[in-house]
């Protein structure tokens, strides 16, 4: 069972930074596709952002230009690097993986393994 552990969340100011980090101690975690996905109160869990292998990423509209997923492969963690953050986005933020790439990378059903989820609010 692959164990997922998410860290970073807070309370932020709009405009401010955050990065989200997703830790595994699955020593094969750089071959997983990875995702987040988040959730607002009283609404569904939605796609934010993937990365496949290394390179392969792919983003919500909209958090485009604002957000950057990436891996550090020898640390067995993905980050969620978040720029201009909107109240919006206030959310808890849940990384999820997969061994094998999904079909599609943005369904919750892609993916086999999730965290338990970070806090992100963002006040105005």
């Known amino acids: 069972q692959v164990q997922l552990v998410e860290s970073g969340g807070g309370l932020v100011q709009a405009g401010d930074s955050l990065r989200l980090s997703c830790a595994t101690s699955?020593?094969?975690?750089?071959?997983?596709?990875v995702a987040w996905f988040r959730q607002a109160p009283g609404k569904e869990r939605e796609f934010v952002a993937a990365i496949i292998w290394s390179r392969i990423t792919n983003y919500a509209d909209s958090v485009k230009g604002r957000f950057t997923i990436s891996r550090d492969n020898v640390k067995n963690l993905v980050y969620l690097q978040m720029n201009s953050l909107k109240p919006e986005d206030t959310a808890t933020y849940y990384c999820?993986?997969?061994?094998?790439?999904?079909?599609?990378?943005?369904?919750?059903?892609?993916?086999?393994?999730w965290g338990q989820g970070t806090q992100v609010t963002v006040s105005s």
């Open positions: 699955e020593h094969t975690f750089s071959t997983y596709t």
């Open positions: 999820a993986a997969n061994s094998l790439p999904p079909r599609t990378t943005t369904t919750q059903g892609g993916y086999a393994y």
